[in-house]
């Protein structure tokens, strides 16, 4: 079990899963001190606000599915215990109890989004647009499906997002952030210092001389929890996703040509032009300009006039269709260097010139039809799963195991022989054959041999599993990891020697002495870094060394790990207060930041209010059953 936030984000892994958290679940709205009122009423519910309820079902998925986000984003599962010791299970129950709230507000406020509205939201998202720049429907299903979505789903969850944003964007107007605070964190912020230093690593630490057996032995059993083997478990499953069932399926070439013709116009990339234009109110005018620019008055010359910028009459590189479609026809039917006719447009009369041409690239069937093949396959994949699902839940129902089954129904079955909860084989590498993102060695280990375990979501389809045998954890002995004792013997006694030849010098520097002195006495060299800002990372200074930097005073001296088991000696030899200017980009940042922090705590604030006010209870005993707690 992982104890702590502090030794949960003591690695890379929680360093970044924490990152991630932060990003996912404040990046609308923070929300703190939510009532902490537990009460069971009813096994079907984990919490109820005011006359919403959120079901266990509803929340099951809602925390698998940040469990399975934060997952692919790190590239690798989130167990359970990871999941609690990072608090992600009560920031999720807090942010769904918030949106709750919202949406109780909302109903109450009589507020409504109309279809057009959210069909325009969804139309316009970047993350649903195909090559062509347009809304791909084909695409934005494929996306929300593989987030666990159907489309009627997605859309009842944008309007309740939308509705939320009326009332929060109304909540957080106005805030402006005080200009005292402004300064005090530009200052904060920019200060500069600069520093020398000496790094110590293992060739200051002079020989190391081998462990005697007696020695390696003590060191053994006083460190003996950091070699013991961890428990590993046999496990066997089978994806069932329109993505393995595509991999199966051959599609002809007359197929993929088919759709290919189908989006011919849009996989391929358009004619542009670098057009000028002027637009008059009359005709008589437009001719006379014609005549004028004819005779070599340029298109700039003649805006000026006419009160026009540069940027008003050159329209830059644009295709036809970005034009009115009278405009685009006789502006693409001109020669480069050419002047139009007056066209009759729905603003005015135009004159156009064509500066530039860049001919379209119609597209290629043999370079995209890989991918049109692939994604008709997916496509009849689809309809594949529901059908092998049933089947695979029959078999089960039967007692049929997981490799029964698939061998049953001509799937592949999967089995790794051991793997730890880290996902680690006992040769310490990350175990293959595991999809990318699919968490099932959390589950398995959340379970036993001989369980007929839920079949988890994954990617649009579902993945069946088995524990088929658990090692337990044990100690080893020291034959079996003699080696890996005297490498961690002797990181330490190396560490041990640097703490103390750094203590030393640090001493001497703060009774006089000269950095340069210290370092040639150990055979090391003198470094030096000005300019560094709180958070900047400069080549060769470490971060430990920048941190401990700003904490000391000017011509104060330090000491700090780095990484590598290095130590460095430092000194600050120069402190830069720097102005502060309201208009530079980066206090005008440094506002936006605070304006989005001062909303958040407003927002907060209002929904802690609102929970009050409706009323929140939640039932222990669900929230722990989804969570794993009670495991």
């Known amino acids: 079990m992982l104890r702590g936030m502090r030794k949960a984000s003591s690695n890379w892994v929680g360093k970044t899963i924490m990152a991630i958290v932060m990003g996912v679940l404040i990046i609308s709205f923070g929300v703190w001190g939510i009532a902490d009122i537990f009460k069971g009423f009813g096994q079907s519910t984990v919490a109820k606000v005011g006359g919403t309820e959120i079901s266990l079902n509803e929340f099951?998925?809602?925390?698998?599915?940040?469990?399975?986000?934060?997952?692919?984003?790190?590239?690798?599962?989130?167990?359970?215990?990871?999941?609690?010791?990072?608090?992600?299970?009560?920031?999720?129950?807090?942010?769904?109890?918030?949106?709750?709230?919202?949406?109780?507000?909302?109903?109450?406020?009589?507020?409504?989004?109309?279809?057009?509205?959210?069909?325009?939201?969804?139309?316009?998202?970047?993350?649903?647009?195909?090559?062509?720049?347009n809304f791909d429907a084909n695409r934005f299903q494929a996306v929300i499906r593989n987030f666990g979505y159907t489309e009627q789903r997605y859309v009842s969850e944008q309007r309740k997002v939308s509705?939320?944003?009326?009332?929060?964007?109304?909540?957080?107007?106005?805030?402006?952030?005080?200009?005292?605070?402004?300064?005090?964190l530009t200052r904060f912020q920019n200060e500069q210092r600069a520093i020398e230093f000496v790094k110590l690593d293992a060739a200051q630490a002079g020989a190391i001389d081998a462990p005697s057996p007696e020695a390696l032995a003590a060191y053994f059993e006083d460190h003996k929890v950091q070699f013991r083997a961890p428990e590993y478990r046999k496990i066997s499953f089978v994806v069932v996703s329109p993505e393995e069932i595509g991999k199966w399926s051959e599609v002809s070439d007359d197929d993929a040509k088919k759709v290919f013709e189908q989006r011919k116009d849009r996989l391929g990339t358009p004619e542009k032009r670098q057009i000028q234009q002027l637009v008059f109110p009359t005709l008589a005018e437009a001719q006379t300009a014609r005549?004028?620019?004819?005779?070599?008055?340029?298109?700039?010359?003649?805006?000026?006039?006419?009160?026009?910028?540069?940027?008003?009459?050159?329209?830059?590189?644009?295709?036809?269709?970005?034009?009115?479609?009278?405009?685009?026809?006789?502006?693409?039917?001109?020669?480069?260097?050419?002047?139009?006719?007056?066209?009759?447009?729905?603003?005015?009369?135009?004159?156009?010139?064509?500066?530039?041409?860049e001919p379209g690239k119609e597209a290629d069937y043999g370079s995209l039809a890989g991918d049109i093949k692939r994604e008709i396959a997916t496509e009849r994949a689809r309809a594949k799963v529901a059908d092998l699902r049933d089947k695979m839940e029959d078999e089960r129902g039967g007692g049929s195991s997981v490799i029964d089954a698939a061998q049953k129904l001509g799937l592949t079955a999967v089995t790794i022989d051991a793997v730890d909860r880290s996902g680690r084989a006992p040769n310490g590498q990350p175990v293959a054959g595991i999809p990318q993102g699919l968490d099932v060695v959390s589950q398995a280990f959340n379970t036993d041999v001989g369980v007929d375990n839920d079949s988890i979501s994954f990617k649009g389809g579902y993945v069946w599993y088995d524990v088929l045998a658990i090692t337990p954890s044990r100690d080893r002995n020291l034959d079996e990891v003699r080696d890996q004792v005297e490498a961690r013997w002797r990181q330490d006694q190396?560490?041990?020697?640097?703490?103390?030849?750094?203590?030393?010098m640090v001493q001497k520097l703060e009774q006089g002495g000269k950095l340069a002195d210290e370092a040639a006495a150990v055979g090391a060299k003198v470094e030096t870094a000005s300019g560094i800002k709180r958070d900047d990372s400069p080549a060769g200074v470490p971060a430990t060394v920048v941190t401990a930097a700003f904490r000391t005073a000017k011509d104060g001296v330090g000491q700090t790990a780095a990484g590598s088991g290095e130590v460095v000696v430092f000194r600050v030899t120069d402190i830069v207060d720097p102005s502060v200017d309201a208009a530079s980009d980066a206090v005008k940042k440094l506002k936006d930041s605070l304006d989005r922090a001062l909303t958040d705590e407003q927002v907060a604030s209002y929904v802690n209010k609102l929970q009050t006010d409706i009323g929140t209870t939640i039932n222990q005993a669900a929230f722990a059953q989804v969570t794993g707690a009670n495991q």
């Open 60 to 133: 099951r998925q809602i925390y698998t599915d940040r469990l399975q986000q934060i997952g692919r984003q790190v590239g690798r599962p989130l167990t359970p215990d990871q999941a609690r010791a990072f608090g992600l299970d009560r920031q999720v129950l807090q942010q769904t109890i918030a949106e709750a709230a919202l949406d109780e507000e909302a109903r109450r406020l009589g507020l409504g989004q109309s279809d057009e509205q959210i069909r325009q939201f969804i139309m316009n998202d970047p993350n649903f647009k195909g090559v062509s720049g």
């Open 291 to 357: 005549e004028r620019l004819a005779g070599g008055t340029s298109f700039e010359d003649l805006g000026k006039e006419r009160g026009l910028s540069a940027s008003d009459v050159d329209l830059g590189l644009v295709t036809k269709s970005s034009l009115d479609s009278t405009v685009g026809s006789a502006a693409f039917a001109l020669p480069a260097g050419e002047i139009s006719q007056p066209i009759q447009g729905p603003l005015g009369i135009s004159i156009v010139k064509v500066d530039k041409i």
């Open 163 to 184: 509705l939320r944003r009326q009332i929060t964007g109304t909540i957080g107007a106005g805030l402006e952030p005080p200009k005292a605070m402004l300064d005090v």
């Open 494 to 504: 190396i560490a041990a020697k640097l703490k103390a030849k750094a203590t030393e």
